[in-house]
Structures are given as structure tokens and as C-alpha cells.
């Protein structure tokens, strides 16, 4: 498990990271969110020691030290390999510094490319791949040691939905084996989709955490899908409706004061009669990102 | 393996296998074969400078070709054949012997005289003959041939070899000097580019994932000193070659014969502790290379980053000619225990007998104590330093560097 207990890190006059905690549980996907500059890269550094911090955080319950280097695997932000090396070689010559020999690594390569779809031959320079292979051969760098600490900084970024795909398996399989595994992405249909819990930062601070659900159902059903003959002025006039949205013929996005004016829509609305949807929902991850990472100004 | 030996085993193989290491290594080997083969093709054939010998009397003929030390050749022996020879320009000539009225006569024939070193082999060879038939028609006692055969004596009692010493003084300084200062220039660009160019990438952040800095710093300057000794082991093997050839070849015996007691001195001053000396040399420099690397932003920076260290170079590279013809002056016997400039100037002592080994040795340990303390320091900095990538300038990148571990 991995605990990050109330760091915090100051670059001369900014705050970077203020008293941020969560922990990362064996065979978990934990989300780190927020804008750029929130402080996402920083608790990665923070946790891979590059970093100097307040604070304290373990690895299954020891401070992590690079005796434990063996067991991380880590994606950087910004993809880069050593170009003039061919795929086996870069590889190979990661997995060493992971402490695992040649020998076990070099019958692996076929496999996780065959794995990630890359193009190419092992034997092909790194310099003569595709940018998306070259970011598929740094996460096979990532993982073919398997790891039992997997970092992962914007794993997705650059992937088309094919490849995309692909990566959310190979992570899946990794918490099927159970590794620990913490990544950050903007994409927050990702987070919903893999994650099992989630931790917002907004300049340094947490303003978030918890699992899916828990964070979603903080905000309380105060979406609702609606199917009517209803105009949207109408809908406007209703009690407890901010704002109405129109998505589609007879359709309508509701955004309402509070999710306990849903019953009394309902009644309203519907008169008894027959109406095709009524669908009272929290926001949506993507929503509450856009709401609460930029500074909390609802929509 | 140690994580440190697997940085330093990449560092050395990727370095290596590089066309700029096989072209580095091999231009001064295909300088010196070019010069080489253009000499020996310039040289005429040895058989060209051969004279023939003609003589009536054989056992004079075969005596002086045995024993007269001029190269000869016994191809032609009848007149008619050694003038075509000579025609041809297949010899250089030939030489008639003839013994008339007990008197012995050599006559050249040729387009060209002999050469002095020649003449005096002919002379020589031709008054031991002639003695030795005057002695016999003479028809002496044993005692008075005895009394005849006694030969003055010319003796040598030499001061010192002032004249080949300094010669020798000065080509070992010149050729130490000048191999540091290439290697030392060649080396701290290829470090610090090496360095700068990894620390613009991120590919830093997963290797320090997986081993710490002071780890992988090390690792990267032991990988570049080993492809140094690997250069200077190719050199010295190369040397080694190269003298077992030009002792050899017609091209350069003589010349090697001449100035025997001149190389032998130069190769003693090389191949001692004046080598460690610019070892250490260019470990200090590697050191000083990485950590202007790291202190570099950009991967187009990478050339700036070497400029500290060339140019430190140059400086203690200028201070070592200025000073080569006065070793015992105070600036060189107090600068030569100065790390980065010792390396220059101690061997400048050394070779001048200006300094003991005990002043080598003091010399030395400061050195190698820089070179231990540098590693030590930089491999602690090292992390932040290539961690740290906005653009603040050489002091903003330092402060900053170090701020972050």
C-alpha cells in the first residue's frame, strides 16, 4: 500500500503541494486530478523521491527508498526515450536498471508489443518509430518489469481510442495482479472508467477524494434528463431549476438547486401521465472537474 | 550487476560503437600510415642501393661482400653485367677490386658518388686487407707481427648527455602537453554534451525512478573513463607496433638507430607516472564536464556546456608552455600541486627532474582527493540539477538544482 501522509512543498514563494494525504491501496487504480499546475507532477516527484518535502510517505508502511526502485514503475509526463537505441536495447537496458536481466526480458519484447499493437520490428531504432509507437515502447518500458508501484503521468495523452483501449487492459491487468497503480489524466471518462477512487488537487490542495461514486454522489443528484412536451421556458419556470439545457427534440439537461426539488419536478411534469425519461443523476466527472478544479464556480 | 556498472557498461558500449570514437581513434594511426606509406614509396627499393662487386680475385670478391658492411648485392659479378645493372638503374654501381704489385685498388663506377658513411666502409675494409698483405709479404715474426698489430686507443669520458637530455626534455613535455590537452578538450565536450542532451529529455525521470542519481552519475563518468583507457590502451598497443615497425623499416631504421637514446628517454617520461597523472587529469575534467551538463536547460545548450571546462583547459594549457622552459620557477613549483593545472605541471617537474616522487606523490593524492570530493558532491546535487528544467540562467539553474534535493 502506498500512503502519502500530509506533504507539502514549497518552490520559493509558491506553494506547491499543501498538507495533500491519500492512500493507494494493493490491487487499487487511484485517479489524480486537476488542472495543470495543481500539483499532480509534483506528488509523483514527491513520491519518487526526486523531490525534497514536508511530510511523509511509506511504502508498505516503510519510507519508500530506492532500495524499493526495483518495484516502480513509472511514465513521465512528457514521453522520452534514448532515440538512437532500438526498441530491444532501450528495453532491455531499462529492465536492467529495474533489476531484471536480459534474459527474462528479451523473450518478453514480442509479446507486449504484439500486446500494444506496435509497429515495428524489435530490432527497429527508436528514432525511426511513430511518436504513438515510441509512447507505446516507453510503456511497455513502464511495465514489463511488473511492477508492484505503477506511476503513470497523463498515461493517455496522445492515445487514439484504439490504443487508448489497450493501455486501460494492460493497467487492469496490472490491479488483477495486484499492483498498486496511480495515475493522472484530464480525460475524466478515463478516471470514471478504470478508477476506483480519486483524489482532486486545486493549486496544491486536495479538494477531492474518494471513490467514484463517493465524490459523485457529494454533489447530489442535481442533474436531471427529462423527455417532455414541455418548452424550455416552461421548464425555466419550474422551482428549483438553474439553468435548462435543450439536447435533443422533447429534450432537456436541468441543472437544479439541490437534488430534494426532484419529487415535486416529477409531480409537476409528468401529471400522472406517461413521460419516455425522468433521470435525476449526480455530475458527471467531467462536470464536477469543470466546476471544481478551476476554483469551484458552478455552472 | 550494480546498477552503477550497468549505466557505466551502456555509457562505455554506446560510446564505442559510435563512428566519432572509431574515427577519434583511428585518425592519428591513419595519419601516421599515410605518412608512412607515401615515405616508403617515396624511399627507392633497398636493391637500387645496392652496389655490385667485381673482382678477379674471388676470395677478395666474397670477403668485401661479407664483410665490408655497405649494402652490396652479388648478382652481378663480371663487369659487362654490373654497367647494364647500373644502366638499368637496378644498383646504384658497382666497385672493381684488383690487386696489382701487392697493392690493393678499389675503383666505383656509377652515376652517382658514394655516399661518405660508404667511403669509409670501403676505406676501412680496404686498409684491414691491405695490412694484412703487407703483413704477409713482409714475412714477420710472430712477435714482430704481434708488435705491429698493437692499435691506439681513442677514448670517450663524457660529461653528460646534456644536449639529448634536453632534446629529449622537450619532445616528452611538448608530446604530454599536447595529447592531455586533445584528450582533455575532446573528452569535456563529449561529457558535458552527453549530459545536457539527457537532461533536456525525461527520460531522466525513469531512470532515476529506478536508480539514484549519485548512482547513475558515477556510472556515467566511470563508462566515459573507460572509453579513455580503452583509447589510450589502443594507443599504447598501437605504439607498441608502430616501433617494432619503424625499428624495422627501411624507411625509418636509420633514423631510429641515430636517435635510439632520444626515444628511449622520450617513451621512459611517457610511460610513467606522467600517464596517471593525465588520467586523473582527464577524470577531474570528466567530473567538471558532467556537472556543467546538468547545469544546462536546453538540448540545443549542450554545446555551451562544455565552454567552462575547454576553456579552463586552455588556460592551464597556455600557463604549462609558458612555463615549460623554467620548471623551477615558484608559480610552477606552487601551481603544481593545484588540481587541473598539477596535471600539466608536475609532469612539466617531473620530466625536468625539478621535483621527487614524494612531491609527485603529495601532488597526486591532492589530486585524486579533488577528483573523490568533486564525485562526492556532484553525484548529491546531481539529481536536482538534471530534474531542473526552466530556463534560469547558470547560477538560477544551480540555486535551483539544489533546492530540489
Not at chain 1, 26 to 46: P, V, Y
Not at chain 2, 18 to 28: D, E, I, N, Q, Y
Request: glycine share 6%; net charge positive; with cysteine.
Amino acid at each position: 500500500m502506498l500512503s502519502v501522509a500530509n506533504i507539502s512543498k514549497t518552490f520559493g514563494t509558491v506553494k506547491a503541494l499543501n498538507a495533500v494525504s491519500f492512500d493507494v491501496h494493493d490491487g487499487e487504480i487511484m485517479g489524480l486530478i486537476g488542472q495543470n499546475g495543481a500539483g499532480k507532477s509534483t506528488t509523483f516527484h514527491s513520491i519518487l523521491n526526486f523531490l525534497t518535502f514536508d511530510g511523509q510517505i511509506t511504502w508498505n508502511g516503510q519510507p519508500l527508498t530506492a532500495a524499493d526502485y526495483d518495484q516502480i514503475g513509472y511514465l513521465p509526463e512528457e514521453r522520452s526515450l534514448m532515440s538512437k537505441l532500438t526498441i530491444t536495447q532501450q528495453i532491455v537496458y531499462l529492465a536492467r536498471l529495474k533489476n531484471q536481466s536480459a534474459n527474462v526480458t528479451k523473450p518478453k519484447i514480442k509479446d507486449w508489443m504484439a500486446r500494444f499493437a506496435v509497429k515495428g520490428q524489435p530490432t527497429d531504432r527508436i528514432n525511426k518509430l511513430s511518436k504513438g509507437n515510441q509512447q507505446k515502447v516507453q510503456l511497455i518500458c513502464t511495465l514489463i518489469h511488473d511492477p508492484q508501484l505503477i506511476i503513470l503521468d497523463e498515461p493517455f495523452s496522445g492515445l487514439d481510442p484504439v490504443n487508448a483501449d489497450l493501455l486501460k487492459q494492460a493497467i487492469l491487468d496490472a490491479k488483477q495482479r495486484g499492483a498498486t497503480i496511480i495515475f493522472s489524466s484530464h480525460d475524466m471518462s478515463n478516471v470514471e472508467e478504470i478508477c476506483d477512487s480519486l483524489v482532486m488537487l486545486r493549486n496544491g490542495q486536495t479538494v477531492l477524494k474518494g471513490t467514484i461514486d463517493d465524490v459523485r454522489q457529494q454533489f447530489g443528484r442535481t442533474r436531471l434528463f427529462l423527455t417532455t412536451d414541455w418548452t424550455s421556458n416552461q421548464l425555466s419556470e419550474l422551482t428549483g431549476v438553474t439553468s435548462v439545457k435543450t439536447i435533443g427534440p422533447h429534450r432537456y439537461r436541468l441543472q437544479l438547486a439541490d437534488a430534494s426539488v426532484g419529487p415535486a419536478i416529477f409531480d409537476k411534469v409528468t401529471a400522472g401521465q406517461y413521460v419516455p425519461e425522468f433521470s435525476q443523476q449526480p455530475p458527471t466527472l467531467d462536470e464536477i472537474f469543470r466546476t471544481e478544479a478551476g476554483g469551484g464556480q458552478r455552472e | 550487476m550494480n546498477k552503477t556498472w550497468i549505466v557505466t557498461l551502456e555509457t562505455y558500449l554506446r560510446q564505442v560503437k559510435s563512428w566519432s570514437f572509431l574515427t577519434l581513434v583511428l585518425m592519428p594511426f591513419l595519419f601516421v600510415g599515410l605518412s608512412f606509406g607515401i615515405s616508403y614509396l617515396a624511399t627507392p627499393n633497398q636493391s637500387k642501393n645496392d652496389i655490385a662487386v667485381v673482382s678477379k680475385n674471388t676470395a677478395l670478391r666474397a670477403n668485401f661482400l661479407d664483410s665490408s658492411g655497405i649494402a652490396t648485392t652479388d648478382k652481378y659479378a663480371t663487369t659487362s653485367s654490373a654497367q647494364r645493372a647500373t644502366k638499368r638503374s637496378d644498383i646504384n654501381g658497382y666497385l672493381t677490386l684488383t690487386v696489382k704489385n701487392n697493392q690493393l685498388t678499389a675503383t666505383f663506377h656509377g652515376p652517382d658518388a658514394v655516399s661518405s658513411g660508404d667511403q669509409a666502409k670501403i676505406q676501412r675494409f680496404l686498409s684491414t686487407t691491405q695490412t694484412a698483405l703487407n703483413l704477409s709479404q713482409a714475412k714477420l715474426s710472430k712477435q714482430q707481427t704481434r708488435a705491429l698489430a698493437v692499435q691506439p686507443q681513442f677514448k670517450q669520458r663524457l660529461q653528460k648527455k646534456t644536449a639529448t637530455d634536453k632534446l629529449a626534455k622537450r619532445i616528452s613535455f611538448y608530446i604530454i602537453v599536447f595529447f592531455v590537452y586533445l584528450i582533455l578538450t575532446t573528452y569535456s565536450s563529449i561529457t558535458a554534451q552527453e549530459i545536457a542532451a539527457e537532461k533536456g529529455t525525461k527520460i531522466m525521470e525513469v531512470i532515476f525512478s529506478s536508480t539514484t542519481p549519485r548512482k547513475y552519475f558515477n556510472g556515467k563518468v566511470y563508462g566515459v573513463l573507460l572509453v579513455i583507457v580503452t583509447q589510450l590502451l589502443i594507443y599504447l598497443l598501437g605504439g607498441v607496433i608502430l616501433v617494432q615497425v619503424a625499428q624495422k623499416s627501411r624507411v625509418t631504421a636509420d633514423f631510429w638507430q641515430q636517435n635510439a637514446g632520444v626515444i628511449n628517454q622520450i617513451l621512459h617520461n611517457l610511460l610513467s607516472i606522467n600517464l596517471l597523472f593525465a588520467l586523473l587529469a582527464v577524470l577531474l575534467y570528466t567530473v567538471i564536464s558532467a556537472f556543467c551538463g546538468a547545469l544546462v536547460t536546453r538540448v540545443e545548450d549542450a554545446g555551451k556546456a562544455s565552454q567552462p571546462v575547454v576553456y579552463l583547459n586552455l588556460i592551464t594549457f597556455a600557463v604549462a608552455l609558458a612555463f615549460q622552459g623554467n620548471p623551477t620557477n615558484t608559480f610552477v613549483k606552487i601551481f603544481s600541486y593545484v588540481p587541473f593545472f598539477s596535471s600539466y605541471l608536475m609532469p612539466l617537474r617531473l620530466i625536468n627532474n625539478s621535483a621527487s616522487g614524494l612531491q609527485a606523490g603529495i601532488s597526486m593524492v591532492i589530486l585524486l582527493a579533488t577528483i573523490i570530493g568533486s564525485m562526492a558532491y556532484i553525484g548529491r546535487i546531481y539529481g536536482g540539477l538534471m530534474l531542473q528544467t526552466d530556463e534560469l540562467g547558470f547560477w538560477g539553474n544551480l540555486k535551483r538544482g539544489l533546492s530540489l534535493k
